[in-house]
């Protein structure tokens, strides 16, 4: 990697910590479309580096800039140099804590074979394979069972966002009330829910929460309110054809904490 490129990462790196709190830092990914949950780090320093290496590894590194200008546009952000290059081993390798597999043959025997993500910035060859079960490439949620199991998770950030509007000065008594109901609603539906969709069925309770968070905030930020809004609405659009109440459910929220808001 040359010496402007690295100044322009430290630079990038450096001011979206400064401007971005953690959940706008997954509010990025999730409009990017990059799982945050698959993103190394457990601080917001390590997600922000291994959400800029993501980017910069699919050529999305332009379209994350775009996007950290239109919503800190008061920001000066620095300009992907011309001759922007990669540094040594972004691409994955054993220093980024990845497992290199050399496999000539693989033969489960009826099993399932789950190799996680695979990230390469060459050719992966696996030679012959022979799967008489599932094969899982990247993400994919596969439970066994009663779903209900599941969803004690979701329940717990969705009546997480019951506490959080409980304690809101802001909110009537008879609002809270209402969003209450609506969670519990909301809740049942997401019972329905196939279990492949048990990813898609948390995304959304996370962007509930974060909508939740912002609304009851001290000095909530209106815009930012719509565009949460807007992202959860979109969360509750990849389960609208499994179950279309989600939708719905989802949009009477979506309204009532923009009333809180005002």
């Known amino acids: 990697m040359n010496e402007t490129s690295r100044q322009f990462l430290a630079d990038l790196q450096g001011k979206m910590s400064q401007y971005f709190n953690g959940e706008e830092v997954e509010t990025l990914a999730f409009v990017l479309g990059i799982d945050y949950d698959s993103l190394r780090g457990a601080t917001k320093p390590t997600k922000i580096n291994s959400l800029i290496s993501d980017a910069a590894r699919n050529g999305r590194l332009e379209e994350l800039l775009r996007e950290v200008k239109r919503q800190r546009g008061n920001v000066a952000w620095p300009a992907m140099p011309a001759d922007f290059s990669l540094p040594q081993g972004t691409a994955g390798s054993e220093s980024d804590g990845a497992t290199i597999y050399h496999i000539a043959s693989l033969n489960t025997g009826g099993g399932a074979f789950v190799g996680g993500n695979i990230t390469a910035g060459g050719d992966v060859n696996a030679g012959a394979k ?81 909508l939740a968070e912002e609304a009851t905030a001290a000095s909530p930020d209106r815009e930012a309110v719509n565009e949460l809004g807007e992202i959860a609405r979109r969360a509750a659009g990849k389960l609208a054809a499994s179950v279309p109440t989600v939708m719905t459910l989802v949009a009477s929220i979506i309204e009532l904490v923009g009333a809180m808001v005002g």
């Open 130 to 210: 022979t799967v008489h079960g599932d094969e899982v490439k990247g993400s994919k949620y596969v439970m066994s069972g009663d779903f209900r199991g599941a969803m004690v998770n979701i329940e717990s950030r969705l009546d997480n966002v019951t506490q959080i509007v409980g304690k809101s000065a802001y909110a009537r008594s008879d609002q809270k009330e209402q969003l209450e109901q609506l969670i519990v609603e909301l809740k049942r539906a997401l019972n329905k829910v196939p279990p492949q969709q048990a990813g898609e069925a948390e995304t959304l309770a996370r962007r509930i929460g974060a």
